[in-house]
């Protein structure tokens, strides 16, 4: 896996920030739109193996965009809990200091499509930085309270020492 992306390091998280929206406007039909919320998680690289695009901005970070869920908009309100998880919740889930290996590619936001509009592209994202997709479910990997990861359920230093070996 490690071979086939772009960007492959170990880092610490630093934090979390909100990040792009994603309008996709419904049509006449379907009456409502969607909107989708991402959230910017920060990490501050300890290693890095591979970057094919210069990802690392000029302070060693890397910037990954997550998924914070999406809501119909132009529908009545159900009174039902929100579907969108808020920004806190995420550095709750995973705090500052947690190690974390990455192995991503840049992220691709259609902002050009047909129906589509994109809110706040580099929001949470220097501008000296590329935005990375999280989204895969093998992007990041965590240590859990045994110390493995979620890779063959390897610790980060075996998945470190591998990647040592392959690059």
């Given at each position: 896996?490690?071979?086939d992306?772009?960007?492959?390091?170990?880092?610490?998280?630093?934090?979390?920030?909100?990040?792009?929206e994603?309008?996709?406007?419904?049509?006449?039909?379907?009456?409502?739109?969607?909107?989708?919320?991402?959230?910017?998680?920060q990490?501050?690289?300890?290693?890095?193996?591979?970057?094919?695009?210069?990802?690392?901005?000029?302070?060693?970070?890397?910037?990954?965009?997550?998924?914070?869920?999406?809501?119909?908009?132009?529908?009545?309100?159900?009174?039902g809990?929100?579907?969108?998880?808020?920004?806190?919740?995420?550095?709750k889930?995973?705090?500052?200091?947690?190690?974390?290996?990455?192995?991503?590619?840049?992220?691709?936001?259609?902002?050009?499509?047909?129906?589509?509009?994109?809110?706040?592209l580099?929001?949470?994202?220097?501008s000296?930085?590329?935005?990375?997709?999280?989204?895969?479910?093998?992007?990041?990997?965590?240590?859990?309270?045994?110390?493995?990861?979620?890779?063959?359920?390897r610790?980060?230093?075996?998945?470190?020492?591998?990647?040592?070996?392959?690059?």
């Amino acid at each position: 896996m490690a071979r086939d992306r772009a960007v492959v390091a170990s880092g610490k998280v630093v934090g979390f920030t909100d990040g792009y929206e994603v309008l996709e406007r419904g049509s006449d039909q379907e009456g409502y739109d969607i909107r989708d919320y991402s959230v910017v998680m920060q990490v501050e690289v300890t290693h890095l193996w591979k970057d094919d695009g210069s990802a690392a901005d000029d302070d060693g970070y890397l910037y990954l965009a997550l998924s914070r869920g999406a809501e119909q908009e132009g529908v009545p309100d159900d009174g039902g809990p929100s579907t969108v998880t808020p920004v806190a919740e995420f550095a709750k889930a995973i705090p500052a200091g947690t190690p974390v290996v990455v192995m991503a590619g840049p992220m691709f936001i259609p902002d050009k499509a047909p129906g589509i509009d994109v809110i706040g592209l580099r929001r949470g994202v220097p501008s000296d930085a590329v935005l990375l997709s999280g989204w895969h479910p093998q992007a990041l990997s965590f240590p859990d309270a045994a110390g493995t990861t979620s890779w063959r359920r390897r610790s980060l230093q075996q998945v470190e020492a591998e990647l040592d070996g392959q690059f």
